[in-house]
């Protein structure tokens, strides 16, 4: 499995909208200010997360981008291989692969498999609520007072 930056920052992206606002539109301004992503390349991603149903527009005064359901609903893996494709760690892993001779005989093969079940697993259950519960805390543990 490997994350690109583009998947780094819609994970990253939806995470911000379930902290802020989750009935609200948020102006991609406002989001490309707290995470450090340039408008323009975050404005790319927001158009692809809208096209797989992770979020919404709305247009006029009051626009910006919004979930396109609960927070709750929306799963880490689906998320990421919307944007970065397969979690596979080697195609062969797929049961219909075809492209080697040796794939049912290979034993790294089992091995890439476990690395996929468990990887799967992981970011499969794992929801967006989740994350935002979690980044709250860490927020807190981080806020002090002198």
Not at 10 to 15: G, Q
Not at 42 to 62: A, C, H
Not at 106 to 124: E, L
């Amino acid at each position: 499995m490997h994350i690109t930056y583009r998947g780094d920052y819609a994970l990253k992206a939806i995470l911000d909208l379930a902290l802020h606002h989750a009935s609200e539109p948020v102006t991609i301004t406002e989001i490309a200010k707290r995470l450090d992503i340039p408008n323009k390349f975050l404005e790319q991603i927001l158009l692809d997360l809208k096209r797989g149903g992770f979020v919404e527009s709305r247009r006029g005064k009051v626009g910006g981008y919004l979930l396109a359901k609960p927070a709750s609903e929306i799963k880490l893996g689906e998320v990421v291989r919307f944007i970065d494709g397969p979690i596979e760690p080697i195609a062969c892993v797929d049961c219909g692969y075809k492209g080697c001779s040796q794939a049912k005989s290979c034993v790294f093969r089992g091995i890439w498999q476990d690395v996929a079940r468990s990887a799967t697993k992981i970011i499969d259950n794992i929801n967006f609520e989740d994350l935002a519960k979690k980044s709250k805390k860490v927020e807190i543990a981080f806020t002090y007072q002198i």
